[in-house]
T-cell receptor
């Protein structure tokens, strides 16, 4: 079936890199997404990667895709307090015409 | 700026009293979605419209209905809210069914 899994929590020191990992099951996914949700707010699309790409970089964000292992990661360089949020991984499911979200990883920043 | 707008941001309703949440978009996207999100959980898709074509998720309760009178607006009607329906309701739009989705800020529903 369709499933997206993420670890629930990650704590990093301010200034370090954060790496949030995700695994998915649908090998036919065309796009994979990372969303950020701050408390009481909607989901903000951070970045996405097409399934035929291995890597995408956008300023402090690097997305790595290992299609063979169905593993997606989001690296945030120089993590700041404003990066504290829940990060959702999501995959597009072509056959069902929708996207499936993981349960979210809560990123907390310590001084 | 093009965006997804949800009104109201906070809604309080009584147990069993019908309530309508609204969503509008200036992105001119074909697809509009309604999600329910409970605390610290992933958003759960309730239904979506592709233009006027309505698509209900199999496990969406009958208590939830939706209307899309035109491209810009979409409404979520909860006919008889129960305490378990208290949640954040998120509207999203997309240019296609598996394309990136753009979310509104959400409406937090409280049922008393």
């Amino acid at each position: 079936g369709e499933d997206v899994e993420q670890s629930l929590f990650l704590s990093v020191r301010e200034g370090d890199s954060s790496v949030i990992n995700c695994t998915y099951t649908d090998s036919s996914s065309t796009y994979l997404y990372w969303y950020k949700q701050e408390p009481g707010a909607g989901l903000q699309l951070l970045t996405y990667i097409f399934s035929n790409m291995d890597m995408k970089q956008d300023q402090r964000l690097t997305v790595l895709l290992n299609k063979k292992d169905k593993h997606l990661s989001l690296r945030i360089a120089d993590t700041q307090t404003g990066d504290s949020a829940i990060y959702f991984c999501a995959e597009s499911i072509s056959s069902a015409s929708k996207i499936i979200f993981g349960s979210g990883t809560r990123l907390s920043i310590r001084p | 700026d093009a965006m997804v707008i949800q009104n109201p941001r906070y809604q309080v309703t009584q147990f069993g009293k019908p309530v309508t949440l609204s969503c509008s978009q200036t992105l001119n996207h074909n697809v509009m979605y309604w999600y329910q999100q409970k605390s610290s959980q992933a958003p759960k898709l309730l239904f979506h419209y592709y233009d006027k074509d309505f698509n209900n998720e199999a496990d969406t309760p009958d208590n939830f209905q939706s209307r899309r009178p035109n491209t810009s607006f979409c409404f979520l009607d909860i006919r008889s809210p129960g305490l378990g329906d208290a949640a954040m309701y998120l509207c999203a739009t997309a240019p296609g069914r598996t394309a990136e989705q753009y979310f509104g800020p959400g409406t937090r529903l409280t049922v008393t």
